[in-house]
């Protein structure tokens, strides 16, 4: 079982340059989320999608892009990167619900550098 | 609006004893669910255990329990019997609804076992 796969595991970009961190799920979740930890901050909600089609906004989304159009898919794009970006990246996965049946399931961690 | 408090930064415990590692929350949900998650030196993230708001007896998963004070709202997980791999950092979460969606995460305590 894949379960949830980031890539890449690290990157390093220069102030301004966009790219995409990927997630891909293949438990058939409605939901995904993205997060970012920073030292003495766990874990902070960037954007989550309840499914195909449908995302929205958490804690800290300024400077970064989301869309789902599989179920399977949930990439996090960063529009011009900023050293405030520099951070651990964690995408996590689960059923929909509202009890314990919905235990998230995360990825490996994305560790991005901007210089 | 969520909010989780974990004010122990880092703690020390005697391999084979029992430690208790201090959460508490802030919610207007009558309905939410409460989590902890082990992210050892590796970097991933495992999930430990879960409280339902609803649930009417502690939860426990095998050497972790959670002890749940509604009225207090504190949900501290109980580790008994300490080994050396219990060395990690324990993320105290929660969210509105119960199951996992847009989880509030704490900043997280780092537990050292000593031999």
């Known amino acids: 079982n894949a379960g949830v796969t980031q890539t890449p595991k690290f990157q390093v970009l220069k102030t301004g340059q966009s790219m995409t961190l990927q997630c891909a799920q293949d438990?058939?979740?409605?939901?995904m989320s993205w997060y970012r930890q920073d030292p003495g901050m766990g874990l902070r909600l960037i954007h989550y999608s309840v499914g195909a089609g449908i995302t929205d906004q958490g804690e800290v989304p300024n400077g970064y892009n989301v869309s789902r159009s599989t179920t399977e898919d949930f990439p996090l794009r960063l529009l011009s990167a900023a050293p405030s970006q520099t951070s651990v990246y964690f995408c996590?996965?689960?059923?929909?619900?509202?009890?314990?049946?919905?235990?998230?399931?995360f990825g490996q961690g994305t560790r991005l550098t901007v210089v | 609006a969520q909010k989780i408090t974990q004010t122990q930064p880092g703690m020390f415990v005697q391999e084979k004893e029992a430690v208790t590692l201090d959460c508490t929350y802030d919610?207007?949900?009558?309905?939410?669910?409460l989590f902890w998650y082990k992210q050892p030196s590796s970097g991933e993230m495992i999930f430990l255990i879960y409280?339902?708001?609803?649930?009417?007896q502690n939860a426990t998963e095998g050497r972790y329990s959670l002890n749940f004070q509604k009225a207090r709202k504190s949900a501290n997980l109980v580790i008994s019997a300490s080994q050396l791999g219990d060395s990690a950092m324990y993320f105290c979460?929660?969210?509105?609804?119960?199951?996992?969606?847009?989880?509030?995460f704490g900043t997280g305590t780092k537990l050292q076992v000593i031999p």
């Open positions: 979460a929660m969210s509105p609804s119960g199951g996992y969606q847009k989880v509030t």
């Open positions: 919610t207007s949900d009558q309905s939410y669910g």
């Open positions: 409280q339902g708001s609803y649930d009417e």
């Open positions: 996590a996965s689960s059923q929909w619900g509202q009890s314990r049946d919905t235990e998230a399931f």
């Open positions: 438990m058939n979740h409605e939901y």
